[in-house]
């Protein structure tokens, strides 16, 4: 598999993750913070000043508050995080899928 640097526009794959055929990443649970909230146009996440975000892995953890099963998932700003894999207490796998925003929508987590 070859991984395209993340400032192409048109890469479907980046270091660390695949774009799906449904359009959601698959992405490696160590995949750097600051490159997921490039990849998804995000400000800030939660935690990530702080260091409890510092990868896609972090920032699933400091919004669950725990421990993750695999399919454990839950929607934060307009995107689902899906855990797909874990290596022991760690989380190896994570599905993003962005969601339609709605325009009265305000940021939220909520887990199902």
Known sequence: MVFLDIA????????????????????EGGFPAHELRELFEIETLPGEEEGRSETSGGFV????????????????DRSRFEVVD?????????IVEE?????DAA??????
């Open 8 to 27: 192409d526009p048109h890469a479907t794959n980046v270091r660390g993750g695949v774009q799906r055929e449904d359009g959601s990443w698959l992405l």
């Open 61 to 76: 953890m400091d919004q669950l508050g725990h421990i993750p099963d695999t399919a454990e998932a839950f929607v934060w």
């Open 86 to 94: 874990m290596d022991g207490m760690r989380i190896d796998k994570v």
């Open 99 to 103: 969601m339609s925003p709605r325009a």
């Open 107 to 112: 940021p939220a987590v909520s887990t199902y």
